[in-house]
C-alpha cells in the first residue's frame, strides 16, 4: 500500500532505521492522533479528511449507519488495509507518538501494541490454552510458568477464569458465541496491548453475553484505550466516554457522549441518533 501526502507526492522519511526502531509512548495523553486522514480503495474514497484525538484509558466509541467508514478507520489503526488491494492513505496517523504510515514502521510490534477483535468470534482450532498462549509464543516465550502466567492473568483480565480454569485443554470451539468472543479478548490481552480495537464485538452475542463484555470494556479501560465501533446507540451510551459519529465517510460530530446523546451540534447526528435515519 502506497502512503502519499496530500500534495499526491510519496512521503518518504529520511531516517528509515528511526522509524524501526522507534519507541511507542502510551503513558502521553492522546494517544491516537489522526490528522487530515483520507483513505481511497484504488478510485473510491472512503474516509474524507478525517481528524480526530484519542486520550489514554477512555473507550472510544463509532457509531454512524453501514458503510460510513466506521471500521475502514478502526482497522487502518493497525494497518489490517494493507492486505487490501489498491488501498491507500493521505494524512497521519500517529499512535504513541509515532508515525504508523512511516516506513521501515515494524508491523509486528505495532499488532502487539494495537490489539483487534472481530465482530464475529475467530478462535483458533486449539484448547482454551494455546489460543491464549499464542502471541506470547510468537513473540518468543517458551517458560511453561511465564506462559502459565500468561494465559491465567488474560482470562482473568477478561473475567473468564473461573469459566475456563478447568477446560484449559478443552478445543476452543466447543465454547459458546459469548465465551468464544471473551476469548478472542483474552488472546488480544495476551500480547500485552495498549490499545483494543473492537469492531461490532456483540452483534452475533445474546443480551447476557453482550452485557459481559460492556463490564469487561469498563474494567479494562483502566489499564487499556479501547476504541468500539458499534451499531448499538444504547451500547455507546452505556460504555464510551467519547463518541465519533460517522456519515458517508465523515466524521460529523466527535465529543464527549453524555454531550453528544443529550445535546448534539450536527442536526445529522441528532436525526442518528433518535433513530429518525440510518
Not at 179 to 188: H, K, M, P, T
Amino acid at each position: 500500500m502506497q502512503r502519499e501526502d496530500k500534495t499526491g507526492g510519496l512521503k518518504v522519511k529520511a531516517d528509515k532505521s528511526a522509524a524501526s526502531s522507534a519507541i511507542f509512548d502510551f503513558n502521553r495523553e492522546v494517544v491516537i492522533d489522526i490528522e487530515h486522514m483520507d483513505l481511497y480503495y484504488t478510485a473510491f474514497h472512503a474516509i474524507k479528511d478525517v481528524s480526530m484525538k484519542v486520550k489514554r484509558n477512555e473507550v472510544t466509541a463509532f457509531i454512524g449507519p453501514s458503510g460510513c467508514g466506521k471500521s475502514t478507520l478502526i482497522k487502518s489503526l493497525n494497518r489490517m488495509n494493507d492486505l487490501i488491494p489498491g488501498c491507500r492513505i493521505t494524512g497521519k496517523i500517529e499512535i504513541g507518538g509515532q508515525d504508523i504510515y512511516a516506513p521501515g514502521v515494524d508491523l509486528p510490534i505495532l499488532r502487539k501494541n494495537v490489539g483487534m477483535v472481530f465482530q464475529k468470534p475467530n478462535p483458533f482450532p486449539k484448547s482454551v490454552y494455546d489460543n491464549v498462549a499464542y502471541a506470547p509464543r510468537m513473540f518468543g516465550i517458551r517458560d511453561k510458568a511465564t506462559l502459565d502466567h500468561i494465559v491465567e492473568s488474560s482470562l482473568r483480565r477478561a473475567a473468564m477464569w473461573d469459566e475456563l480454569k478447568d477446560r484449559l485443554n478443552k478445543s476452543a470451539l466447543g465454547l459458546s458465541g459469548g465465551q468464544q468472543q471473551r476469548l478472542c479478548i483474552a488472546r488480544s490481552l495476551a500480547a500485552d496491548p495498549s490499545v483494543l480495537l473492537m469492531d461490532e464485538p456483540t452483534s452475533a452475542l445474546d443480551p447476557i453475553s453482550t452485557g459481559k463484555i460492556e463490564e469487561l470494556c469498563d474494567e479494562l479501560k483502566k489499564t487499556v484505550t479501547v476504541v468500539i465501533v458499534t451499531h448499538n446507540m444504547q451500547q455507546a451510551a452505556r460504555i464510551s466516554d467519547k463518541t465519533a459519529f460517522f456519515l458517508l465517510g465523515k466524521v460529523i460530530e466527535f465529543d464527549e457522549t453524555a454531550k453528544m446523546f443529550s445535546n448534539p451540534t450536527h442536526p445529522e447526528t441528532e436525526r442518528y441518533i433518535s433513530g429518525r435515519f440510518g
